[in-house]
């Protein structure tokens, strides 16, 4: 599975920026962090991903720890629209060579409440 | 460009009948996975496809439940005799760099309900 720890819940304002924290001290050297989101009724949907440096998209930036063992995922400026359950996600143990082809399992996430 | 797109949105069907839902990934997505999401529920990996390499049905809950995927476009899940615990959103996503990463793209799914 996942091997990855999350807060339960989170709480922000909107037009704040939200911190997501993630760890995930297990991870080996090669496995890339990935984040995930999940809207109500919807299906899940891709935030963002990275290996070492601190990576930015459209969406979101993602801060990797010097030593790997944690990551946060920021929202600059958190919209209702941002309200969703979070998942931080690493490949399986025993991945070497991609052998998992990418199959995604959740753990429980982080439920993200935006109040207006 | 246009995402994964996924038909029918719901399905409503009896019991024991059988099923046909479709997904058209992103055109150069090589990688294509079914899941299944029942509600409140996590992830169920079903099915992986990879280019011309064969399939892995390692997550196919029974064999009542099979895919096709033509060359690396369209993609079919057919339920048969479907049984009321079938009832789920099923979830087709595309991928162009499967294994590497995980970045993965998803459709809006359908939402069956046998009854």
């Known amino acids: 599975d996942a091997k990855t720890t999350q807060p339960n819940s989170m709480e922000s304002n909107e037009e704040e920026p939200v911190h997501l924290p993630c760890n995930h001290s297990?991870?080996?050297?090669?496995?890339?962090i990935h984040w995930y989101r999940q809207l109500p009724s919807q299906g899940p949907e891709y935030v963002i991903h990275?290996?070492?440096s601190n990576v930015n998209n459209r969406m979101a930036s993602l801060a990797i720890a010097e030593d790997r063992k944690s990551s946060t995922l920021i929202l600059h400026r958190a919209t209702l629209r941002d309200a969703a359950v979070y998942y931080c996600?690493?490949?399986?143990?025993?991945?070497?060579?991609?052998?998992?082809?990418?199959?995604?399992?959740f753990g429980q996430g982080t439920i993200l409440t935006v109040h207006p | 460009g246009a995402g994964v797109s996924q038909s029918p949105s719901n399905k409503v069907t009896e019991k024991g009948k059988d099923v046909e839902l479709r997904c058209d990934p992103i055109?150069?997505?090589?990688?294509l996975y079914w899941y299944r999401q029942r509600l409140g529920q996590g992830l169920e990996f079903l099915i992986y496809?990879?280019?011309?390499?064969?399939?892995?049905k390692s997550g196919l809950p029974s064999d009542r439940f099979s895919a096709e995927r033509t060359g690396e476009s369209v993609s079919t899940l057919t339920i048969q005799r479907t049984q009321q615990e079938d009832s789920a959103v099923y979830l087709c996503?595309?991928?162009?760099?499967?294994?590497?990463?995980?970045?993965?793209?998803f459709g809006p799914g359908t939402r069956l309900t046998v009854t």
């Open positions: 996503a595309s991928s162009s760099r499967p294994g590497l990463t995980y970045e993965q793209y």
């Open positions: 297990t991870i080996s050297g090669t496995d890339y």
């Open positions: 990275g290996l070492t």
């Open positions: 996600i690493r490949p399986p143990a025993g991945n070497a060579g991609g052998t998992s082809y990418g199959k995604l399992t």
């Open positions: 055109s150069g997505h090589t990688a």
């Open positions: 496809f990879q280019g011309n390499s064969a399939p892995d």
